[in-house]
């Protein structure tokens, strides 16, 4: 067969509480109307087992992998790429982890508990508070929920979870594995999309920026009925020579169209007010990161004379889970503050007219006006708390690193408190 135009690789790691919904979307995704130029190869694990077959009319034969692959450790989703270059090699390609998103049932948090035990058991009680609730909802490998519940003391793993330990783990876990798949491909990954909750965020599209070229992500929760990949899929069938920024676009488009018309009780059961997605173009996320930058370095030049400009900021910017905040909220609060200094307003400013660059932020959307108000990207902004300091694996973030954020929020707290 002659190299497609694109390969989309699917990857669902759903051994956990979505199960059913993760097959109910390789069943959507059966609905499109493919063609040899867009070939879309699935991984699929639930706890039956894991297994792996191309969506394709004939349907592809189906191999079975048996019941002992860890879907939540990053070297898997490298090799499902290995086998899917082999498999469908193409011009372009498409990656998207869909994860669980729904949190990780004490069941399941038993049994990766179980297979490292810490040096201080994890009790009953501690299973109880690791709930669907818990902050261990954000995580989205196995292998990063096992370093969070090995921590030798019950006070470790609080904290581990509490300060938010589990995304910035994520978030260097996901860098390292787009840059596997980017030396695998030969290519940058050409659409890194995210089937999962509250992805879309400045922390994570710095970190993949060199070994992906366009990132789709919700800031917000995903519905369980995930993508509309019928409805996508064919569409690019019938433009099979559609560039990735223009896939993102459609993408953003297609899926909030979708939930315009769904029947998801929005705001009802534990779901959010509405969906959400953005597609970015991550050439363009360095522009962002130096203006996160300036800004962070003129709030720490006079953080005591502006602690309560941030305050006000932080509290009326839009709250995400996982004390993540809309960065563009955040923004025009502090840039409209009397207490702001010059080189602060300035500095949002800054950081507003990068969220605006049309090469950057490819394409946005939401279907509620509860979000009017986003810009698309979130950042993580831990309140100012007694008892709380920022997870010393947030400085292990390339963002981090190279804005300085992180010393941001640690001078924040410092002023507050």
């Known amino acids: 067969m002659p190299e497609a135009s694109w390969t989309w690789m699917i990857y669902l790691a759903t051994h956990n509480n979505v199960a059913e919904a993760g097959e109910e979307s390789v069943a959507c995704m059966r609905q499109a109307q493919l063609s040899d130029n867009v070939r879309v190869l699935v991984q699929r694990s639930d706890p039956k087992g894991t297994c792996r077959c191309e969506i394709a009319t004939p349907p592809q034969s189906v191999t079975d992998l048996g019941p002992d692959v860890d879907s939540g450790a990053p070297q898997t989703v490298v090799d499902f790429v290995r086998w899917a270059k082999e498999t469908a090699p193409a011009r372009r390609y498409a990656l998207v982890l869909w994860s669980h998103g729904s949190g990780w049932e004490p069941s399941e948090i038993e049994r990766l508990t179980l297979s490292q ?100 992500a919700s800031e917000e929760d995903m519905p369980v009925e995930s993508l509309p990949y019928d409805d996508i899929l064919t569409r690019l069938a019938v433009q099979p020579d559609m560039e990735a920024e223009a896939l993102g676009r459609m993408v953003v488009e297609r899926y909030c169209d979708f939930y315009r018309h769904s029947s998801v009780p929005w705001g009802r059961w534990g779901m959010p007010k509405g969906a959400t997605l953005a597609a970015l173009g991550l050439g363009r996320v360095v522009p962002l990161a130096d203006a996160a930058r300036s800004l962070a370095s003129a709030l720490n030049a006079d953080m005591e004379g502006q602690v309560a400009a941030v305050w006000d900021a932080h509290r009326k910017a839009h709250a995400f889970k996982f004390r993540l905040y809309d960065l563009g909220s955040f923004c025009r ?85």
């Open 333 to 417: 609060t502090l840039a409209a503050h009397a207490g702001a200094t010059s080189a602060s307003v300035d500095g949002a400013h800054a950081v507003l007219a990068a969220l605006e660059d049309p090469a950057l932020m490819l394409a946005r959307d939401h279907t509620s006006p509860f979000y009017d108000d986003v810009a698309g990207l979130t950042t993580y902004l831990m309140a100012p708390a007694h008892g709380r300091s920022i997870s010393p694996h947030y400085a292990e973030t390339e963002y981090a690193k190279d804005t300085g954020w992180g010393d941001f929020i640690a001078a924040y707290h410092a002023a507050a408190l």
């Open 117 to 216: 035990p810490p040096a201080e058991p994890v009790t009953a009680d501690e299973f109880t508070e690791r709930g669907a609730e818990d902050e261990g909802r954000q995580v989205v490998f196995s292998s990063t929920m096992r370093q969070l519940l090995a921590r030798p003391t019950r006070r470790e793993r609080a904290v581990a979870f509490d300060d938010g330990s589990g995304h910035s783990l994520d978030t260097i876990e996901l860098g390292e594995l787009v840059a596997e798949a980017h030396n695998v491909l030969g290519q940058p990954v050409d659409l890194l999309g995210m089937n999962a909750c509250q992805m879309c965020n400045a922390e994570v599209a710095y970190q993949v920026r060199q070994d992906a070229r366009v990132y789709v």
